[in-house]
């Protein structure tokens, strides 16, 4: 028994259906608000102590990044002198060698 496939069609042969299946009009969606924040003295107590943190924080970090690099100046400064007089030593040696 070979049975036939049927096809379902709309009576109005549109894709987005009948017009009582979708309503016109669709209300938005209900968002809750919020209140503004009232301003209070630990609000601005917050903004002084930020403001107070980054004062100190700025110039304390830049002095310890200011002395690293000194410090990094210094210590290329020694290797170079070292290396100096390590060939210094051997130029020495080799003489002395070529001496004997």
Known sequence: MATKATRRTNKNNNSMGS????????????????NPLEESPMWYLGWVAACVLVAILLPISAILFSRAYETELKAKVILQKTEQLQKQI???????????
């Open 90 to 100: 051997e130029r020495k040696q080799l003489k002395s060698k070529d001496n004997e």
């Open 19 to 34: 017009s009582s299946d979708i309503p016109s009009w669709i209300p938005p969606p209900v968002v809750p608000v919020s």
